[in-house]
């Protein structure tokens, strides 16, 4: 319940009487209970001078107990009205709701009309830079958990380099990895899994499909595990049979690219000046034109988090934060490659999750 | 662009100046265009009394015009500020921007303040009911998608049933039909397929394990796939084996309880005389208490979409209306079953879009 105590003194601070959180991963970051409602609600209520509540399905609420949560869960059921129930619960608390704090980056606005007639008269106030902050300086738990998904998309990535054959499909490999992961535990994938082979590695957002590896193809696998909560996110490009000089080059370049701004990563160093360093080692090598997306993001409960590691972010990088380097060149007619690992930022320079060898991987045919 | 004309039609007879859509489905709905543009803005903006356009990030736009979008495309790089390009793209048609209509239960209240700002003094109206009641009514183009998409589960279940073997896997079988339904060109799965089997057919939320088929199992199948972008929904329960008494008498009763549903269907019939029919059933068997859930819910672009099929629900069926119908009973100590079939309302009935059996299927061990 460190969370909890930690936004009720923020709070405090500001002077504002309550906090209302009802993103899945917030609700999950503060209160330690995963869920998915859907449409129906969620919430965790926090109170400047009161003790929070968890507004969720009534049928859920033995899950949230045994998630943990000590105070009062607050079940609704389908029959009723749950911004009602959620008026009562709060009103029970008994102290003045004129300013509540939300997310307004993910409220909707028919949610916050329905709060602006059940709270009249209150002001409502950003929360998100409050979360963010929060969000983006990961505890030695939560790293835990982050060295534990990263290794896990390590070994997926080993299980789609054994997996590789003349004649498979991008899809065959796809769904062996996914498989072998699920058999290890981990909850679910952080997102789509993909593998890309031959031309369609060129595109930074390609669908894996019936292609059928061939020799000579570069093969992109880009993936990341859901381990308690926490994702990875992992790129790596291998070789199926002796990459060209070209295709060499280009691999080569990536790599650089990649390890010269992890080696820049410690704390004061610029979001910005990261991507740059990256950037420029690309661009001296004359493949400017073909890196088109941001170097990285940062990752956590959420597989694309705050900060975002752009050309234009000068924000400074601080002891705890997680994010992903991922630089790419996608050219159409030699190959594309993309190098991605998960760092964090320690107290004097930097820790690599993923450790899934970086020297290019030459498939035998 | 019939849906585009739709709703300038609906601006003019609301005299509203326009309408700014954001949602990834309604945009493809509207538009054509489908896109995931996760933090980015995507929107297709609708006037009165001038061209629509749709706004998305630059790199999009050839997608955007080989979607068949034949209006403006006005592309975003992330350099800029997106909501400027837009209020430029607004300003640029030349009408006045007085009163807006917006989708209230998506659009998140930052983006609102956003639009609040860029189109000062203009006031912000629900647009939601009337994108409801248009995507609730299906064309005749949109009823052959949303039949092959059903067609497709369909054989997923035949795949499924096929898959059982005594000491096999849920997830085992699972990534069997989702290997075969990408090879057979599904897009992608409509949700996470489910696939449990002996006491886990006991939870209507379960999640696939690493439990072995054994003899006496029912294996309970919910999966979907979507199909050039519209989803089905199917659930069957098969038994693994000689059923008991008890178990048969379970099937049997929510086959009679989906069976009387299904009959029921045609226009004027209402949502909540559905439920209740098949509720009824469940209810004389005695087994009222281990059903828990509505017995439908609308079904299109989106996988749960409006309207609800609920005991609470007076909304009248009316032709062209897609939902499934999905009565279960969830009985911890005998077993858990549930069918379910996607149907539509037809002029003086119903047409059922799943097709695999629902005699119970016994597969031999």
């Known amino acids: 319940m460190d969370k909890i105590n930690e936004i009720k003194s923020y709070l405090q601070e500001n002077d504002v009487d309550a906090a209302f959180i009802t993103t899945p991963d917030n609700v999950f970051y503060v209160s330690g209970f995963r869920s998915e409602p859907h449409e129906r609600l969620l919430g965790v209520m926090i109170f400047k001078e009161a003790e929070p509540f ?36 709060a009103a029970k608390r008994g102290v003045p709701l004129r300013t509540i704090a939300i997310e307004k980056s993910h409220l909707t606005v028919e949610r916050l009309e329905r709060m602006e007639q059940l709270f009249e008269g209150a002001s409502f106030q950003r929360l998100d830079e409050q979360l963010n902050k929060m969000r983006n300086i990961k ?63 060129a595109s930074p957002h390609g669908t894996p499909g019936d292609r059928k590896i061939q020799k000579g193809d570069f093969i992109l696998f880009d993936l990341g595990v859901v381990y308690e909560g926490y994702c990875s996110d992992i790129t790596r490009t291998v070789a199926f049979g002796e990459p060209s000089e070209k295709q060499r080059e280009i691999y080569e370049t990536v790599k650089k690219a990649e390890q010269t701004a992890i080696d820049m990563i410690r704390p004061g160093v610029k979001a910005r000046d990261l991507d740059k360093a990256a950037r420029d080692v690309i661009t001296e090598a004359g493949y400017g034109d ?76």
Not at 64 to 69: M, N, R, V
Request: with cysteine.
């Open 54 to 89: 968890v507004i969720c399905p009534l049928m859920e609420v033995p899950d949230l107990k045994a998630s943990g949560w000590t105070f009062e869960p607050v079940g609704h059921q389908d029959t009723e009205d749950a911004w009602e129930v959620l008026a009562v619960a």
């Open 139 to 201: 505890s030695e738990e939560e790293l835990e958990k982050l060295r534990k998904a990263a290794a896990l998309a390590d070994h997926a990535i080993e299980i789609g380099c054994k997996e590789i054959a003349e004649g498979k499909t991008e899809l065959e490999i796809l769904m062996a990895i996914e498989f072998e992961m699920k058999k290890m535990g981990a909850e679910k994938m952080s997102f789509d899994t993909m593998v890309l082979s031959g031309p369609k590695t």
């Open 290 to 365: 073909y890196f088109t997306h941001r170097l990285g993001h940062g990752l956590g409960i959420s597989v694309h988090e705050f900060p975002s590691i752009t050309g234009t972010n000068d924000m400074e990088m601080e002891e705890g934060m997680v994010f992903t380097v991922e630089p790419g060149i996608y050219h159409p007619e030699i190959t594309g490659v993309r190098i991605e690992d998960d760092v964090v930022v320690t107290s004097d320079g930097v820790e690599v999750l993923t450790k899934f060898p970086k020297e290019l991987q030459i498939i035998k045919p």
